[in-house]
């Protein structure tokens, strides 16, 4: 059974920085792309970040760019996202996601890229 797990979330001021973990388990393949959404309140979820299954790649919604990077951790199907100059619009549940077969020049911004997701990690951010 596949699991996928964030952690790292919390609360955090305005202009602070946050990691997020994602941990995939149960699956035998490493070469899963990976990202991260996220669900504001009352609010669609929402594409953050993505990166390729060796790392060669990444991706960034406009509004995280520059303020965010996505990494891969040496441990296979684990991935990370550093959040810096948190705003509190930033504020929501971030979500982990695995796209084991992506395909498509946008691949990384549709949800249905991706087969795994985690249950989530909420992320404040205060004024």
């Known amino acids: 059974q596949v699991q996928v797990v964030e952690t790292g979330g919390g609360l955090v001021q305005a202009g602070g920085s946050l990691r997020l973990s994602c941990a995939v388990s149960g699956r035998t393949d490493s070469s899963d792309a990976m990202g991260w959404f996220r669900r504001a309140p009352g609010k669609e979820r929402e594409f953050v970040a993505a990166?390729?299954?060796?790392?060669?790649?990444?991706y960034y919604a406009d509004n995280v760019k520059g303020r965010f990077t996505i990494s891969r951790g040496s441990a296979k199907n684990t991935v990370y996202l550093q959040m810096s100059s948190l705003k509190p619009e930033d504020t929501a549940v971030y979500y982990c996601?695995?796209?084991?077969?992506?395909?498509?020049?946008?691949?990384?911004?549709?949800?249905?890229?991706?087969?795994?997701w985690g249950q989530g990690t909420q992320v404040t951010v205060s004024s």
């Open positions: 996601a695995a796209a084991p077969m992506p395909h498509g020049s946008v691949w990384y911004i549709h949800d249905y890229s991706y087969s795994y």
């Open positions: 990166i390729t299954w060796n790392g060669g790649g990444t």
